[in-house]
């Protein structure tokens, strides 16, 4: 869900890494959230959640955020946020979720069913209050404005801490381009803001095997159109996106890298110039890879694209391509499926990364 669209509201099964995860997932199954401020235990232990000491105080893209005591009732604003709760194992303190980009992940679908779905798409204010908020959780620092749920200055005013994925966050200039280190931080700082620090440590270390035994030898030196959305002017991941971060990993080479942010406008004259080797789709309710595929392929002049002749595609869940817990799902299924188009003999373009 890249941030700057308005937007209208694949099942993969897990890698046998993601196994290591099952008793994380398994210590958050013990019954829906209780009312705001209640006292939870950590069905494992007995004992308050987490064995993190509070106060804890993180600076979170720029904003000092300071949690006093483990939050017992968070809201998630959007499927990346979401997940990466239910990866921590804090389902049971969970009061509330929003917007999902497409289906949840098996290894989460059981969990998320016992969390209250505040709104399909954002919730209004007066929804997201009901709700007994002590923290909230997004992917994106658009969720925290007038138009959404309020500011963050607005939400600390109301005793609501607030989280933003440090990957949404502007990038300080001469800064190193984001990477999975990058990922695993966020999730080591939800951790420590929510109590949860021993499950993120599990989750990271499963991710980092995960990703040690990608297989990238089919991706150096392939260039790549990271096709969002849009017709006219086709909406692209650039340099400091999740789709950059994946990319990166597999050392394959972005066409629209050169640009600076996360998404942004690309030019279907720069796609012709550099003629891709592969385009890689996100599949999401609001843009299909389906219909993605129809608009290239019926276009006069995008269907000469030897990507488009020769039906090199690559699809994989939008989930899988936003800052957050799936990324690394994300770099394994481009990566099988760059492999299974046997790239071998295909003349590399001139990539911009």
């Given amino acids: 869900m890249p941030p700057r669209r308005p937007l209208s509201s694949h099942l993969l099964a897990p890698p046998a890494a993601c196994l290591v995860l099952l008793a994380v997932l398994l210590a958050g199954c013990a019954g829906p959230p209780g009312p705001p401020g209640a006292s939870v235990q950590d069905p494992a232990t007995g004992s308050a959640p987490g064995s993190d000491a509070f106060p804890v105080t993180i600076d979170n893209c720029g ?9 017992t009732s968070i809201v998630t604003l959007n499927q990346g946020a979401t997940e990466q709760a239910l990866g921590l194992g ?26 209250p ?17 002590d923290l909230a959780l997004t992917s994106y620092e658009s969720s925290f404005t ?8 607005e939400l600390a005013s109301r005793g609501i801490a ?4 440090p990957l949404d966050c502007p990038r300080t200039p001469g800064a ?3 990477g999975f280190e990058d990922v695993w931080s966020a999730l080591r700082e939800i951790g420590r803001l929510t109590g949860a620090s021993a499950a993120a440590e599990e989750l990271v270390a499963a991710q980092e095997a995960q990703l040690g035994a990608v297989d990238v030898a089919a991706a150096p030196g392939t260039t790549v159109l990271w096709y ?27 066409v629209f890298g050169h640009l600076d ?9 720069t796609v012709l110039e550099a003629d891709p080797d592969v385009i890689v789709l996100p599949d999401a309710l609001w843009s299909t890879a389906e219909d993605k595929i129809d608009y290239l392929e019926q276009d006069p002049v995008l269907r000469e694209l030897t990507a488009v002749r020769e039906e090199r595609y690559v699809v994989v869940p939008f989930s899988e391509t936003t800052p957050g817990v799936r990324l690394v799902d994300g770099a394994v299924h481009v990566a099988e499926q760059l492999a299974d188009l046997d790239l071998a003999d295909v003349g590399r373009g001139v990539g911009s990364r």
């Fill in 90 to 115: 804090l389902a049971n303190r969970m009061a509330g979720t929003a917007y999902l980009d497409d289906e949840v992940a098996a290894r989460f679908a059981a969990d998320y069913a016992r969390v």
């Fill in 146 to 153: 007038d138009e959404v749920v309020g500011t963050r200055e």
């Fill in 63 to 71: 904003v000092e955020v300071t949690v006093t005591q483990a939050p």
């Fill in 176 to 178: 190193a381009e984001p």
């Fill in 228 to 254: 969002d959305s849009g017709e006219d002017t086709p909406f692209v991941g650039v340099a400091d996106s999740g789709p950059a971060i994946i990319l990166d990993a597999l050392g394959a080479d972005n």
């Fill in 162 to 165: 607030t989280y933003v994925d």
């Fill in 117 to 133: 779905v505040l709104s399909p798409e954002y919730p209004s204010l007066e929804q997201f209050l009901a709700a007994g908020p």
């Fill in 261 to 269: 942010g996360g998404w942004a406008d690309g030019s279907w004259e």
